[in-house]
């Protein structure tokens, strides 16, 4: 049994180059998404995105100006690349960037790192807050500037 490639009103080359297209599209804007406790959502690629929810619940995004978010528990977001965000929503998250220029928010009682590039002698240095200590406010996003959290 075949498919009916008139039902589309494009010829099976034109199909093939569109389904080459979205593929690439996916590949280089990769998002992922879980929901549920303990679940986990990692992408990876410039402006990949991850998403997941539910108690102890995992997001992690990889490649510049990506973008990682959990809810939850305990939940955890991490996000390596240059302007990359994470963001952890729900007592007692952790929020990660890994690179230079990220940003970083947590919920109450939540960690925020956010990592920046010194020089070449130096490398990486991180910045790390506790929600709730040293005017570190929840739901507040955060970047590294002169080696202090400065809210945005």
């Known amino acids: 049994m075949g498919f009916d490639l008139e039902m589309l009103g494009m010829t ?3 199909l093939q ?23 986990t959502a990692a992408s990876s690629g410039n402006y990949s995105k991850a998403a997941s929810s539910g108690n102890y619940s995992k997001a992690a995004s990889s490649g510049d100006s990506s973008k990682a978010a959990s809810s939850g528990y305990r939940s955890t977001a991490a996000s390596s690349g ?6 952890s929503s729900g007592d007692l998250g ?13 919920g109450p009682k939540g960690l925020v790192i956010v990592t920046y590039w010194v020089d070449a002698a130096t490398g990486y240095e991180a910045c790390v807050g506790k929600v ?3 005017g570190i406010l929840a ?4 970047r590294a500037e002169d080696g202090k959290l400065v809210p945005e």
Request: glycine content about 8%; charged content about 35%; hydrophobic content about 35%.
């Open 12 to 14: 099976r080359e034109e």
């Open 139 to 142: 739901d507040t996003w955060y």
């Open 82 to 87: 240059d302007s990359s965000k994470a963001a």
């Open 94 to 106: 952790i929020a990660a960037t890994i690179g230079n220029d990220g940003r970083a928010k947590a």
């Open 17 to 39: 180059e569109r389904v080459v297209e979205k593929l690439a599209d996916s590949l280089l804007n990769e998002t992922a998404a879980s929901s549920g406790n303990s679940s």
């Open 132 to 134: 709730g200590r040293d």
